[in-house]
T-cell receptor
């Protein structure tokens, strides 16, 4: 079974400051890793994903994340945030096996609050 | 591309009535669709996985007779909340996985806000 832990429920940060949203996972099999963003009363939008290859992945809106297999982490970073980045962020994993249905396991979410 | 729509976006119904929510993949075919439930300030909880032409697979603790899922075509899945009660009030989100097995992503709909009075 897989599980995802987002270590911070809320992250307040000032505009133009850097931010890191932390995500750790546990799994007995190899996984794919995802970060999604959810704006109020909306569905989820994919920010970035790690499938294989380079452990540093770049996504939309200036976000990037680094996969660390030894620490089973997939932390999300942005060097300079904007007010418009205020949203809920979810880390998710799914097993990479071909027989898998594609079911995603989500973390609890982190609320990013960007202050002017 | 890869757009998923949901209808309605919000609905208010009286206790005891049934409500149907539609999830459509607009520009791709989806062999698998997922239904999630999200309570305020909480994460998404997977309710069920539906595959076109077969019965849905429900997660543990989800009442299949209460949450009826139909996936009749490669572009449409429906969730019917039967005999709704106030505790069923929630944000329901669907996602669709494209037919192409090389695609690892799910594409999410905008969600449906259900309020049962």
């Amino acid at each position: 079974a897989q599980s995802v832990t987002q270590l911070d429920s809320q992250v307040p940060v000032f505009e133009e400051a850097p931010v890191e949203l932390r995500c750790n996972y546990s799994s007995s099999v190899s996984v794919y890793l995802f970060w999604y963003v959810q704006y109020p009363n909306q569905g989820l939008q994919l920010l970035l994903k790690y499938l294989s290859g380079s452990t540093l992945v770049k996504g939309i809106n200036g976000f990037e994340a680094e996969f660390n297999k030894s620490q089973t982490s997939f932390h999300l970073r942005k060097p300079s945030v904007h007010i418009s980045d205020t949203a809920e962020y979810f880390c998710a994993v799914r097993p990479s096996g071909s027989s898998n249905t594609g079911k995603l396991i989500f973390g609890q979410g982190t609320t990013l609050q960007v202050k002017p | 591309g890869a757009v998923v729509s949901q209808h309605p976006s919000w609905v208010i119904c009286k206790s005891g009535t049934s409500v149907k929510i539609e999830c459509r993949s607009l520009d791709f075919q989806a062999t698998t669709m997922f239904w999630y439930r999200q309570f305020p300030k909480q994460s998404l909880m997977l309710m069920a996985t539906s595959n076109e032409g077969s019965k849905a697979t429900y997660e543990q603790g989800v009442e299949k007779d209460k949450f009826l899922i139909n996936h009749a075509s490669l572009t449409l899945s429906t969730l019917t909340v039967t005999s709704a009660h106030p505790e069923d009030s929630s944000f329901y989100i669907c996602s669709a996985r494209p037919w192409d097995v090389l695609t690892y992503e799910q594409y999410f709909g905008p969600g449906t806000r259900l309020t049962v009075t």
